[in-house]
């Protein structure tokens, strides 16, 4: 019972059998106007409130003192025992038996309802209510509603289940009536307190104690911990393993054995309660008098047409759970080091799950900066934005921006919301990135001396919000870090003092928090409030790439939509949504998706300035680009307007309107109805990184990740996390690449076939792009009959290291930190040997010629042979003016002497030609030529090179050991997505293949006789 009362506080789907597909909305008349019995309309009058007010001057005592003022977020201890003071005061009906506050004169739903009382389906927006006003409040309803509230005013919405204990009836008109005067099972408290939020309320949810779903008899408050549990009962201290109650992590209120953790705390200033409230005419409430004179607003009851499925508690999971007893839908890690991984990567010693746990992310939930009292001053995070832009289930029907697909056999809710979707994808996650911590972690070990400036230039794009923010507050401090940038960014763009890492673990309750709030924006991610807060000025100039562009002012975000309703956003946050063309321009990704970076020698010193990555150069260099033949946008791809093929058309925002049900004191219609978008744009927003989606699956809580949110269902049907997983998967298999093999021969009289391949890159960049270590090789294998392999090329072993031809030796070129002579695979145009293997990469090496994937010792390249995009053609740098781009006109390596890669007619595609030798036996024997193309976000030579940096220079570790943590114990080989792709097996991701038939042999084919 209160699992479910805990999770519809504020949704009102409390009864409704969620692995039932849903409803739609023939359960109710279209018209809301039509769910409210007419005769409980305009049935006060102002002459009965003027009457009522004379009447009653005695409105009861304020709230105590210690109740007046909610602690502020940046004292945690202080939140957590105001908190408890304000739970106890409940818990004893105080407002009520001892304060004698004013209130409803009786209990009421807030909307219709369908089917049998108590298991059918609830359309309000809250549970069955009846509410109390302070004294002030109570004043204020007198006098109309004017003013503003004063600080320590409150209201009290006490709340409870629908079933026999409110004993409902149902007139002949269909109007229900609440005839029981139970207690309360929960309490919804807004106080007013000015100095925390734009909205200066102080809301929260809190339950009866008889109820208990804990020992402790309560869900939250406190919230205690860096990985945020309500109760300091649930804290372990240096576990030596996960505790399984852990995951998903989040409330996941199904089932009760569940431990609670990275919880959304339902008492805090800047609430989700605003996605509805912020719609209320005045001050975010809806609270009026003819709820206390009469009997408010009476909603109709509805006979259910349909077999209503049982509506008990539920697991939603249990229908794409790997094993039917568990209750997380996500893959379980290894429960110890996989040998081979510990073998091959002996350059850290095995890494305890006790040292990483003391060193996990804070939780998200600390993730929480607010619009300030008079308008946004600063970026928010996503968690102010969440509760409109997720696909939240407010009324019981179906979700908007959430589609329904089949998934592992069964129907499931898919949530395609712009948070749901972002809040999955290397932007969301960018933050809070392991594999970027440890790079980062990297280059200050070797690099100790420059470890401030190197932090605040990374997290210039992957803790933007945090860095930003903190160079504004800090901007007449120190500027050291501006020589960083080989192009001086707009005046526009501040620098303050630099923006360290250390700021990025602060959370309330830590001994040293006093850059909690920037640490808080940064593990946000590139987040709402960056993307749709840049502005036009300089942007597709070189000045600002590596994360320099001009942002508009706090108060304003842009986005695609001219017609925009703009009061509830300003209501919520002081923030004012607007059109901006920029926001569908492919520079404003190129901002950050081109970076150029310092070059050091080993020592340190610096040697001019180089692209690290320029996949935004790339698209311009290729048709894909504006006026070229195959013009399509970085949003065209990243953010698509379809779902398996069919295009969406959604509402882009959930708060309330008139789609819900009538009550008092709303915004008028035009002011908050919501246009459908046909044009709505999916924020996905990945490429093709499935193993850091998988680290967040599989380790959760070291990252500080919500994987089950409380109030987004949607969540729990099919979570975002594994949609965001086969979105990946998806664009790999349909969008990255095609592999043709365009003809296989035999070489009359000898041994030898000449199979030629044909990889044709389908994107609108280089294949692989990016940060330079990820890669992309070709496997190609010759079959006999029986599917035996006879010849191979581009085998790996259980890790993805790339092997020698049919055997298990890992090539030497997999290993650069064993053998840093060894060199490099190199580009190919005629492979003739099985330890030959045509891997597109880029290849850079450190100033004493060791290769290296350091981001700052880029010192030579040697090997640059990523496909090129379509149209592709090198003199097209030549034209510009930056050095820095003109040196892109370069071809590295012997990718120079392969026309496919230097003339613009040919570019786009490689042919291959494999020239295979087999002994006379096998020559016979061969039957097909088999090949395929797989991607490595994070490859073994990556992998070995980070580990070996946990030693150098500062030997700081934490971070690298996280990452060996996490990649030493990732379960990779049985791993599949929703459509039942296996996906990460040998730590690889499947692109394409074909397969052709190899010729049989004839008398011209075989070798002459002694």
């Known amino acids: 019972m209160v699992a479910i009362l805990a999770a519809c506080t504020l949704v009102t789907a409390c009864a409704d059998d969620d692995s039932a597909g849903g409803l739609d909305d023939s359960r109710l008349p279209q018209d809301p106007s039509q769910w409210v019995c007419q005769d409980s309309l305009d049935v006060v009058t102002q002459a009965d409130i003027d009457a009522w007010c004379d009447e009653h001057p005695d409105r009861g005592s304020p709230l105590p003192e210690v109740l007046r003022a909610p602690a502020p977020l940046a004292d945690h201890d202080a939140k957590n025992l105001y908190d408890a003071e304000l739970e106890a005061f409940l818990k004893t009906d105080a407002y009520r038996l001892v304060l004698g506050w004013v209130g409803d004169r009786n209990w009421r739903f807030t909307g219709p309802y369908v089917g049998e009382i108590g298991s059918g389906y609830g359309y309000g927006t809250h549970l069955p209510v009846r509410i109390y006003y302070s004294p002030e409040v109570v004043d204020w309803l007198c006098d109309g509603r004017q003013g503003e509230l004063p600080a320590g005013a409150a209201i009290i919405k006490e709340m409870n289940l629908i079933g026999d204990r409110l004993d409902v009836s149902v007139d002949d008109d269909g109007c229900m009536t609440i005839n029981a005067e139970p207690l309360p099972l929960a309490w919804a408290t807004m106080i007013k307190s000015g100095a925390e939020s734009n909205d200066e309320w102080y809301w929260s949810i809190m339950q009866r104690s008889q109820f208990p779903l804990y020992a402790e008899e309560r869900i939250d408050p406190p919230v205690v911990d860096r990985s945020a549990f309500p109760s300091l009962s649930f804290v372990e201290v240096d576990p030596s393993e996960p505790n399984p109650l852990w995951y998903p ?179 969301g996650l960018a933050g809070r990135d392991p594999i970027f911590f440890a790079q980062l972690e990297s280059e200050t070990n070797h690099f100790p001396d420059l470890a401030a400036c190197i932090e605040n230039t990374c997290l210039h794009c992957h803790g933007v919000m945090g860095q930003r923010q903190h160079a504004i507050d800090t901007a007449a401090e120190d500027d050291a870090c501006r020589d960083f940038f080989g192009v001086a960014p707009p005046a526009e763009v501040p620098f303050g003092s630099p923006f360290r890492l250390s700021a990025v673990t602060q959370w309330p309750g830590a001994l040293d928090h006093g850059e909690q709030r920037y640490g808080a924006l940064a593990r946000d991610g590139i987040s709402c409030t960056v993307c749709h807060r840049i502005d036009e000025p300089a942007l597709g100039d070189e000045s600002s790439f590596t994360g320099n562009f001009v942002t508009g002012p706090p108060t304003e975000v842009y986005g695609p939509y001219e017609d925009v309703v703009t009061v509830a956003m300003e209501n919520a946050l002081g923030v004012t949504p607007g059109f901006g063309r920029q926001s569908v321009d492919s520079d404003l990704c190129g901002s950050c998706h081109n970076i150029l970076l310092p070059v050091l020698d080993n020592d340190g010193n610096p040697s001019g300035f180089r692209y690290e990555q320029t996949t935004h150069l790339e698209w311009l260099n290729s048709n894909y680009a504006p006026g070229r033949s195959r013009q399509q946008s970085c949003q065209d791809c990243h953010m698509p307007n379809n779902f398996e093929g069919e295009p969406l058309s959604f509402q882009i925002a959930n708060f309330e309107s008139s789609e819900f049900p009538p009550t008092t004191f709303r915004l008028p219609d035009e002011e908050i109805d919501m246009v459908e978008r046909d044009r709505f744009a999916r924020h996905s927003l990945h490429g093709l990184n499935v193993f850091l989606n998988q680290m967040f699956q599989q380790f959760p809580l070291l990252l500080g990740f919500r994987q089950a949110e409380r109030y987004t269902r949607t969540s729990l049907d099919y ?222 030579p990556y992998l070995q090179e980070r580990f070996a940096d946990a030693a150098v220079g500062t030997a700081q570790s934490e971070n690298i050991d996280r990452l060996y943590y996490m990649t030493s114990h990732l379960a990779v080989d049985d791993i599949v997505d929703g459509k039942g792709r296996q996906i990460m097996q040998q730590w690889k991701l499947f692109l394409a293949s074909d397969t052709a038939a190899v010729p049989p042999p004839t008398d011209q084919d075989l070798p002459p006789g002694p």
């Open 249 to 427: 992590t989040g409330y996941f209120n199904e089932d009760q054995d569940k431990i609670p953790n990275v919880i959304a705390p339902q008492t805090q200033y800047g609430a989700f309660c605003l996605s509805c409230h912020s719609s209320a005419a005045v001050d975010y409430t809806f609270a009026s008098l003819d709820n206390v004179i009469g009997e408010g607003i009476r909603y109709k009851w509805f006979p259910d047409t349909e077999q209503v499925a049982d509506a008990g508690l539920q697991t939603h999971v249990l229908a794409y759970s790997d094993d039917a007893s568990a209750e997380n839908p996500f893959p379980r890690p290894l429960a110890t080091p996989a040998p081979a991984f510990v073998s091959f990567f002996d350059q850290l010693p095995p890494v305890s799950f006790e040292s990483v746990w003391r060193s996990r992310l804070p939780a998200e939930t600390y993730d929480h900066v607010l619009a300030a009292p008079g308008g946004s001053d600063s970026f928010l995070t996503s968690d102010q934005c969440s509760g409109c832009h997720d696909a939240i289930k407010y009324l019981a029907d179906v979700t908007n921006m959430a589609v329904e697909a089949e998934r592992g056999g069964t129907t499931q809710r898919i949530n395609l919301s712009p948070y749901g979707e972002w809040n999955v994808s290397p932007m």
């Open 719 to 940: 979570p975002p996390l594994r949609l965001g997983q086969e979105s990946m998967v998806d664009m790999a298999q349909e969008q990255t690449a095609s592999v043709e093999v365009v003809s296989v021969e035999r070489n009359a009289g000898t041994d030898a076939l000449d199979a030629v391949v044909r990889i044709t890159n389908r994107t609108g960049h280089f294949l692989p792009s990016g940060v330079g270590f990820r890669r992309v090789f070709v496997e190609f294998l010759v079959r006999d009959a029986s599917g035996e392999i006879l010849w191979a090329s581009g085998r790996t072993n259980a890790l993805g290291a790339l092997v020698a031809g049919r055997t298990d030796r890992v090539l030497s070129t997999e290993q650069p930190t064993r053998f840093p002579g060894e060199g490099f695979q190199p580009h190919y145009q005629v492979i003739t040997a099985e330890d030959q293997v045509q891997i597109y990469e880029e290849i850079v090496a450190d100033s004493a010629g060791d290769r290296t994937t350091s981001f700052l010792r880029r010192f030579k390249e040697l090997k640059d042979n990523r496909l090129r995009p379509d149209g592709y053609a090198p003199r097209f740098y030549e034209s510009y003016q930056s050095p820095h781009i003109r040196e892109l006109a370069n071809t590295i390596g012997a990718a120079a002497d392969d026309p496919r890669y230097v003339d613009e007619k040919l570019t786009g595609v490689d042919e291959i030609v494999y020239r295979v030798l087999l002994d006379g036996g096998d020559a016979d024997r061969a039957a097909a030529v088999e090949v395929s193309l797989y991607h490595q976000a994070i490859p073994p």
